[in-house]
């Protein structure tokens, strides 16, 4: 037993320290980076960094940008994912199966492949440059159809849509009274980490989005891409980009294990 918390305990520190040693960088200036033995604690210069990571880029506008497109993405591929889910798993139609493996089979597809086409999409409907372009193509995912698909096929009982059928349900009020509660947990770890995949994407934003009006990881590649690598500056943005994922895991973590430890105990 103390074998095993020795190892949480050291895999622990190594995952977190890169977070921690990117902090103690920020809070110092270049000239401590060539020192030897590198600092190991935290210095004095963390706000005079953070006032030079905002007037160098729009950091404020692009944490407000992150903040809006991943919760936006996240809330909505919770709800089409469970709705689309609820389908594919309870509810019998001609070519369910078909459509789900064509489904799943859009997994496998680079999305690299798609930017030229879905860039030409935005043009023609004048979206580049604005929310819409991130937003409008994330609304639904195969990922989160197929996870929902899964977790409602074992979690939720045929007989439970029987009887609320028999007291007159419809589906819609089925899926709003039966589904909605019994997909919550599953529902909450997709939408964590849809929230995450969107507030650490890059490349999208980067073709669609103008230097003017960015998304957090945007803006620090900017930060990153000065003639002189200022190293204190870029990670001093990487420390207040990460602080938001740092925050709504904190306030939805313990729901997540809960709602899941919930979910197992009643099945």
Known sequence: MRLRYLTLIAVAFFSAFPLYYSVVVA????????QVPPPLLPGGNFLANVERVFDTVPFGLALLNSFVVSGSIALTVMFFSTLAGFAFAKLRFRGRNAMLLITVATMMVPA????????MLMVKVEWTGTMYALVVPALVNAFGVF?????????????????GRID??????????VVVPAARPAAAVL????FMTAWN???????????ENPTVQVALSTLASGYVNDFVLGLSGTALGT???LLVFALLGKQIIGGIMQGAVKG
């Open 27 to 34: 809070s110092r200036d270049n000239a401590a980076l060539a």
């Open 112 to 119: 690299q492949l798609g930017i030229i086409p879905l860039y």
């Open 147 to 163: 996870f929902m698909t899964q977790f409602l096929q074992r979690a939720l009982p045929t007989e439970l849509l029987e009887a």
């Open 168 to 177: 007159g349900c419809t589906t819609w009020g089925l899926f709003r009274h």
């Open 191 to 194: 939408g964590m980490l849809t």
């Open 201 to 211: 994407d890059y490349f999208w934003p980067l073709v669609v989005l103008t230097p």
């Open 243 to 245: 602080l938001p994922l």
